[in-house]
C-alpha cells in the first residue's frame, strides 16, 4: 500500500471519521484530542468577572452592605389619640403609675389654628418607622391609627416590655406659653421601681436624641424647662413602668407661632423623623 502524503496525513488527523473512522489509530487520536477540547471548553464558559474602571467588582458581584439596625428592636410611642377627645371617660379613667395615680391619657395639646398635637405626633412616628426600617430594625408602635381612644399611658409602657425594646421613644410637643419656644428631652428617674435598672441607660439615650435632634432640626433647646434640654421625672408612667430604655421628647411648643409654622410643615415634620432616627441609631450602635 502507498504511504500517503503528508497533506492528506494531516487532514485525517482532523477528520478522523473520513480516514479511516473507528480504526484504533483513529481512536487514539480521538481520546488524545478531547481532554484538551474539553479543557479549552471549560476555559470558554467560566465568567470572567465584571469591573468598573478601577478594576473594583461591579455592584452586582459585591455582597450586600449590612444596615446599621438589624438585630434592633425600637417601640415608637405617638402620643396621644385623635379619636381621645371623643371618649372623656375612658381617658380620664385613673391608672397607677406607681408614684401616684393618673389620667389613663389625655387629648394633649394642638396649635392656635387647631393642628393637633396627636396629628403631629403619628404623621411624625410614621415618618420615623419608615426611617428606621429602611436602616434594618424592627419597629412597633403604640397605636395603630389617629382615630382611636387611648391606649393607656401603662399600656404604652407595657409594649415596650413585651417587646423586649432595645429602645422606645414617646413623641410628643408641648403647649406652654407662647413665648416659651424650643425642645427637650424627658428621662426617668429611680423610683425603686421597675425603671430604675434602665435609668442610666434612658440618661444615654436620651443625651444621644437630644444632641441629633438639635443637630437636625436647628431649633433651640428648651428656653422655659429642663437644663440644655434635659429634663428628669419620676410622675409619667410610660416612663416609670418601662423595664427598658425609654424617654420621652418634646419637639417644641405647639403655642408658640414660629414653631407651630414649622410643625404644619411636612418637610420639617422629616426633618424631625430623621433626626430622632439618627439620635436612636447613635445610642443603639455606640
Known sequence: MRALPASVLAVCGLLISACGGAGSGG??????AAPAATQAGSQARTPAVVTDESGTPAPAERAPAPKPLEG???????????????????INRKVNVLTQWKACDTTGTATNDGYSEAAFTWDVSKRLVKILKNRGATVKLTRS???????????RAAIGNR???????????????PANHGFHVIMPKKINGPVD????????????VRDAFRKGTGL????????????????LGG?????????????????NAAEAAKFRDAQFRQRIALALANGLQHYLTT
Open 27 to 32: 481512536t487514539a487520536a480521538g481520546q488524545a
Open 72 to 90: 434592633k428592636t425600637v417601640v415608637i410611642d405617638p402620643g396621644h389619640n385623635g379619636g381621645n377627645a371623643r371618649n372623656p371617660k375612658a
Open 220 to 235: 433651640p433647646y428648651s428656653t422655659y424647662i429642663g437644663n440644655k434640654a434635659l429634663d428628669y421625672r419620676n410622675d
Open 197 to 208: 435598672p434602665v435609668v442610666k441607660q434612658s440618661s444615654d439615650l436620651g443625651v444621644a
Open 145 to 155: 391609627s389617629n382615630t382611636g381612644v387611648g391606649p393607656c399611658i401603662t399600656e
Open 163 to 177: 417587646s423586649k425594646a432595645d429602645a422606645a421613644i414617646s413623641v410628643h410637643a408641648d403647649g406652654s406659653a
Open 239 to 255: 416612663l416609670n413602668l418601662s423595664t427598658v430604655p425609654k424617654i420621652f421628647v418634646e419637639c417644641g411648643n405647639m403655642r
